[in-house]
């Protein structure tokens, strides 16, 4: 079964890991070794943080923790716990208090040719920009902005993916999203092999 450590300090960060399995990322575990796993984060959570209601209510932690519980109804890889804890973890909104992005696992997808967004972007507000271009669709420059992305507003993928990443402003939790869009991207959506983007020419390039 996975263990979950805590670095008790003035922040929590937590990390999914198995030791002695080398397999670890094929296994399968249980629903019953999830919610069980889940209980002991919890615990632990708890205990670790200096004050894990300072921007969510006890009582709306406590509702979180039963909604992340009662949805583990399936089997799930290393992979899918992580996602899914930190789902949880992100709620309680402490940049410090969070399990890392599942890092190796993303680039095992990308060494193995899994596509991912091409481009670096730069988020202000609630505006995304391109800032580095990666497709190799020369039209497309650095200062562009991306309006909408799969048919959905720009405003709703950035709601979407913030729910991954751990900050305590909005601001923040925008800066987490702009290093990480293509690997939270994948988080939500898996392999994609084509993005349906728009764009907004901008005043300026590099």
């Known amino acids: 079964m996975p263990r979950f450590w805590l670095a008790k300090a003035a922040c929590a960060i937590l990390?999914?890991?198995?030791?002695?399995?080398?397999?670890?990322?094929?296994?399968?575990?249980?629903?019953?070794?999830?919610?069980?796993?889940?209980?002991?984060l919890y615990a632990s959570l708890r205990a670790a943080q200096f004050d894990p209601y300072e921007r969510l209510p006890a009582q709306s932690l406590e509702r979180a923790f039963r909604q992340a519980r009662t949805s583990i109804?399936?089997?799930?890889?290393?992979?899918?716990m992580q996602v899914h804890f930190q789902l949880f973890v992100a709620k309680i909104?402490?940049?410090?208090?969070?399990?890392?992005?599942?890092?190796?696992?993303?680039?095992?997808?990308?060494?193995?040719?899994?596509?991912?967004?091409?481009?670096?972007?730069r988020i202000e507000k609630d505006r995304v920009f391109v800032l580095r271009n990666r497709s190799g669709l020369p039209a497309i420059r650095p200062a562009d902005e991306i309006v909408s992305l799969n048919d959905r507003p720009i405003r709703h993928w950035l709601a979407r993916l913030a729910r991954h990443v751990s900050g305590d402003t909005r601001d923040l939790r925008h800066g987490l999203v702009e290093y990480r869009m293509a690997g939270l991207l994948w988080l939500e959506l898996g392999q994609v092999d084509q993005f349906d983007i728009v764009f907004r020419r901008g005043s300026k390039t590099d």
């Open 93 to 121: 909104g402490i940049a410090h208090t969070r399990i890392e992005f599942p890092a190796a696992a993303y680039r095992g997808f990308e060494d193995a040719g899994g596509r991912t967004f091409p481009f670096e972007v």
């Open 15 to 40: 990390a999914v890991s198995a030791p002695g399995d080398a397999r670890a990322e094929d296994r399968i575990y249980s629903p019953d070794e999830v919610r069980a796993d889940l209980d002991a």
């Open 73 to 80: 109804a399936r089997p799930m890889t290393r992979l899918q």
